[in-house]
C-alpha cells in the first residue's frame, strides 16, 4: 500500500509539471508571459532623451523583452546625442521599433536618422520626417581669391557641390550624409531619399515614406503596430530573429526624477541663468557672512548649472568669457568704475555667442534670455556700487574729525592758551584770536591733545551763522 502510495503521488506530481510546462508553451505562444517595452521622446532630443533611452534599453535587455518601442515626435536635437542613440540600437540585443507618433507628430533631423536606424520603422497618419539637414553655424566662410566660379550666380546651386565658401557645412553635410546612407543601407531602406532629407532639406508624409520605402508601414495605435511587425525578420547582432508581437503587452516606462531634471537644467539658457545665480549667491555670502542662504543656494545652482554645460557641446573660451564678464561685474560693485561694468557686460555678451559648439532645435541660446540676464546683471552691480559709493561719502567722522565744529567752553585763558571743556572733558587749547572766559567758542583743529579753537558767532535768533 505504501508503494502505490507513493507512486500515486509521483505520477500527479509528474502530471502536474506537465500541465504547467503545457500552459506556460501555450501562453508564450499566444504572446502571453513576454511583454513589449516602450518609452516616449516628445521634444527636443539632447542628453537627458539620450540617458532615458540607454537606461531604458537596459531594461528591456535584463527582462528578455520581445521588442523596444520608441514612440518620437521631435523637431531634433544635438548630433552627438543622436549618434549616442543610434550607438545603442545598433548594439541592442532587443529589436527597437521606431514609432513616430502621435497624429500630427513628426520626427525632424535627428529623428529621421534615429527612424533610419531603428529595426523596424514606423509612423502613424497624419505625421511626418526629414528634414534632416545639419544646421549652420556662424554663417558662410569667407571667399579666398579664384574661387569666382564656385561663388557665382550659378554658386550653391548643386547640393552636392556647394560653394567654396561653405566648406565647414559641406563638411558636416558630407558626414551626415555618409551616416544617413549606411543606416538606410543596413536596414534595407531608401538611400538616396534619405540624403535628399539631409541636402536638400526633404520631408514626406507618413504615406510618402510607406511608398518611398522609407519605413516599414504605417500603424494607427500601439496595437496596430505590433500586429504590423509580427512575423518580421530583423537582424540582430549578426543573426536573424522572427518577431513574434502579435497580442503583446505593453508597458510604458516612465523617466526617473534625475532625467526629468536633466531635461530641464540642459537648456543652455536654464543652465546660464542657474550659473548667474549661483555665482551671485555666493558674492552675496562673501558680503554678507553668515546669511547661509545665498551661499547653500547659490552653491548649488552653480554646480547644477555647470554639471549641465559639461553635458552640452560647448565652446570653453566662450565658458570663460562668460566667467570674466561676471568677474568684472563683481569687481565694479565694489569699486565703481563704469569701464569695468561695460567691459563686464560686453565679455558676457560675447561668451554667450560663442559657448555652444553645435546647436540643434531646442538647445539654442536666446539673445532675449542673455540681454535680459546681462542687463539685470549689470543694473544690479550699478545699484549696489551707487550704494557703496553713498555710503563711503557718508562714513561717520571718528577721532579728530569727529571734534571738529563742536562747542567748547572757556575754563580759563591767558594770551593764546588756556583751557576749554569739550564733550564734558578739560581740554588744554590755543587760539590764533583774542578769547576770554565766557566767550562762545568751537573746536577748530585737533593736534595730539592740544585743541585749536576759534569764535562761535551766534545769531540774535541762536542759530549758528
Known amino acids: 500500500m505504501k508503494l502505490a502510495r507513493v507512486a500515486l503521488i509521483a505520477a500527479a506530481f509528474v502530471a502536474a509539471v506537465a500541465v504547467c510546462s503545457s500552459s506556460a508553451a501555450t501562453g508564450e505562444a499566444n504572446g502571453q508571459g513576454r511583454t513589449a517595452l516602450r518609452i516616449e521622446i516628445d521634444g527636443a532630443i539632447g542628453p537627458a532623451s539620450a540617458m532615458q533611452f540607454e537606461e531604458a534599453l537596459a531594461v528591456a535587455a535584463e527582462r528578455n523583452a520581445e521588442v523596444f518601442i520608441l514612440q ?45 536606424a531603428s529595426h523596424v520603422a514606423a509612423m502613424a497618419p497624419g505625421t511626418n520626417l526629414g528634414a534632416a539637414t545639419p544646421i549652420e553655424m556662424g554663417g558662410p566662410m569667407p571667399s579666398f581669391p579664384g574661387d569666382d566660379k564656385n561663388n557665382g550666380p ?9 560653394p567654396a565658401g561653405n566648406a565647414m557645412i559641406a563638411k558636416a553635410t558630407n558626414d551626415a550624409v555618409a551616416l ?48 504590423l511587425a509580427d512575423g518580421r525578420t530583423v537582424e540582430i547582432a549578426g543573426r536573424k530573429k522572427v518577431l513574434a508581437t502579435k497580442r503583446l503587452p505593453v508597458e510604458t516606462l516612465e523617466p526617473g526624477w534625475l532625467i526629468r531634471l536633466l531635461a530641464v537644467i540642459t537648456d543652455p539658457n536654464i543652465a546660464v541663468i542657474l ?18 542662504a545665498p551661499g547653500v543656494i547659490g552653491t548649488i545652482c552653480l554646480l547644477l548649472g555647470l554639471y ?31 569701464v569695468l561694468g561695460l ?34 546683471t549689470l543694473g544690479l552691480a550699478l545699484l549696489t556700487g551707487s550704494y557703496l559709493w553713498a555710503a563711503r561719502k557718508n562714513v561717520p567722522r571718528v577721532g579728530a574729525q569727529a571734534m571738529q565744529g563742536l562747542p567748547a567752553k572757556v575754563l580759563d585763558w591767558q594770551g593764546s592758551e588756556g583751557h576749554v571743556l569739550a564733550r564734558g572733558e ?36 541762536g542759530a549758528r551763522q
Open 72 to 116: 518620437m515626435n521631435t523637431p531634433g536635437g544635438l548630433v552627438t546625442s543622436m549618434r549616442e542613440i543610434i550607438a545603442d540600437i545598433l548594439a541592442s540585443p532587443v529589436p527597437v521599433i521606431g514609432y513616430v507618433a502621435p497624429a500630427g507628430g513628426h520626427a525632424a533631423s535627428a529623428g529621421t536618422y534615429i527612424l533610419y
Open 154 to 162: 550659378e554658386a550653391g546651386k548643386d547640393p552636392k557641390n556647394p
Open 180 to 227: 544617413i546612407r549606411s543606416l538606410a543601407e543596413l536596414r534595407g531602406r531608401n538611400a538616396d531619399w534619405g540624403e535628399k532629407a539631409v541636402r536638400e532639406a526633404a520631408s514626406l508624409s507618413a504615406s510618402a515614406a510607406l511608398q518611398e520605402n522609407v519605413i516599414d508601414f504605417v500603424a494607427r495605435d500601439t496595437t496596430e503596430l505590433l500586429q
Open 275 to 292: 550659473m548667474l545665480i549661483g555665482v551671485y549667491g555666493l558674492v552675496f555670502e562673501f558680503t554678507s557672512p553668515g546669511a547661509v
Open 308 to 338: 549641465a554645460l559639461n553635458l552640452l557641446p560647448i565652446s570653453y573660451a566662450g565658458l570663460a568669457l562668460m566667467l570674466l564678464g561676471i568677474i568684472f561685474l563683481v569687481v565694479e560693485v565694489f569699486n565703481p568704475t563704469v
Open 343 to 376: 567691459g563686464g557686460v560686453a565679455a558676457f555678451l560675447l561668451g554667450a555667442a560663442m559657448l555652444l559648439r553645435i546647436e540643434g532645435p531646442g538647445f539654442e541660446m536666446s539673445w532675449a534670455v542673455i540681454g535680459t540676464a546681462a542687463i539685470l
Open 426 to 461: 578739560r581740554w588744554r587749547a590755543k587760539a590764533d584770536e583774542p578769547i576770554a572766559v565766557g566767550d562762545s567758542v568751537e573746536v577748530a583743529d585737533v593736534r595730539g591733545l592740544v585743541l585749536t579753537i576759534r569764535r562761535r558767532n551766534v545769531r540774535s535768533d
